[in-house]
């Protein structure tokens, strides 16, 4: 019996649908059937019953289910560890980021880093939130930063802090005299918003915040990263909401307003798993905890 049966009818087992399993795991279906009749065979006894209609576990398939995903999950452990160890070995440490966390996190924990673990091998990896939370399960990552948390069994996220959204519009906008802009006038304007895939996060705040306030907004492009949607708004596509900590990074042909009504905000966490052995991590949570005056053990 090899894992690869494990993972099959695992996939049979909570799909309960052969094709749904086959196309989830990445095979055709006469390919999956006969890796469940193998296992059957080997096990000695009938995992499903199957029918026209549908498909189901019978008890002893019931039973081991419960049994296969304790060992998948057992195995997952065991590989994310030996990954671990082969990186502290090879003295690396993989940090998965988004941009936020260039300007406000890196320039604190970086020289500290640096001064501990000189010889220390630091691989950054811009990825999306959901991208990095995935490759720190998987040991691909040892420590992430993302825009949401993910507290599970196991991994552990800490909110380091919030931060407004700031609305930008173009200098040569007859509204750049105003002192302060109501969202309602949000509809007047075309507006740039960050691509859903690229920031997921940002996209849920921005598309929740326009549906709770009930304000029609037409979206004329959806920016795929933050820089390009501040060179929108600096070419006169459209107004746009953004973090505050673009700011810095705006061009002369930009204006931040202030709006009558507040804004939402976003945060950034920090997260890794409970069963790390990494001191640079340690070392990483608490440059973070004195820095931005968190209150949290680890």
């Not at 990445?26 to 498909?55: A, C, M, N």
């Not at 309602?184 to 849920?204: G, I, Q, T, W």
């Not at 905000?265 to 070392?283: C, E, F, P, Q, T």
Request: glycine share 4%; charged share 25%; net charge negative.
């Amino acid at each position: 019996m090899e894992l690869r049966h494990l993972r099959y009818f695992v996939a049979v087992a909570e799909e309960l649908n052969f094709t749904k399993a086959a196309l989830r795991m990445h095979t055709v279906q006469p390919s999956l059937s006969q890796q469940i009749k193998d296992l059957e065979d080997e096990v000695g006894v009938q995992l499903f019953i199957r029918s026209k209609r549908k498909v189901e576990l019978t008890k002893a398939g019931e039973v081991f289910f419960k049994e296969a995903l304790i060992i998948l999950e057992h195995t997952e452990k065991a590989i994310s560890l030996a990954r671990q160890t082969a990186k502290i070995e090879q003295e690396q440490l993989n940090i998965g980021f988004v941009p936020v966390a260039e300007m406000k996190v890196f320039p604190y924990i970086m020289p500290n880093i640096r001064a501990h673990f000189p010889e220390l091998t630091i691989d950054f990896q811009s990825l999306t939130d959901d991208a990095q939370l995935q490759a720190l399960k998987k040991g691909e990552i040892d420590i992430a930063f993302t825009r949401y948390g993910a507290n599970t069994d196991e991994l552990v996220s800490i909110q380091i802090f919030q931060e407004p959204l700031t609305l930008i519009i173009p200098k040569n906008s007859p509204d750049v005299q105003q002192e302060r802009i109501s969202i309602k006038s949000f509809e007047n304007h075309n507006f740039v918003m960050c691509n859903e895939d690229a920031s997921p996060e940002l996209y849920r705040i921005i598309d929740g915040f326009f549906k709770k306030s009930k304000l029609n907004v037409n979206v004329v492009q959806y920016s795929t990263n933050i820089l390009l949607n501040v060179n929108l708004v600096g070419m006169e596509i459209g107004w746009s909401l953004v973090p505050q900590y673009v700011i810095p990074l705006l061009g002369d042909k930009i204006v931040v307003k202030k709006t009558i009504e507040p804004l939402p905000m976003i945060g950034l966490y920090v997260s890794y798993r409970k069963d790390h052995v990494n001191k640079a991590i340690d070392l990483i949570l608490d440059v973070l905890k004195k820095q931005f005056h968190l209150n949290f053990a680890f």
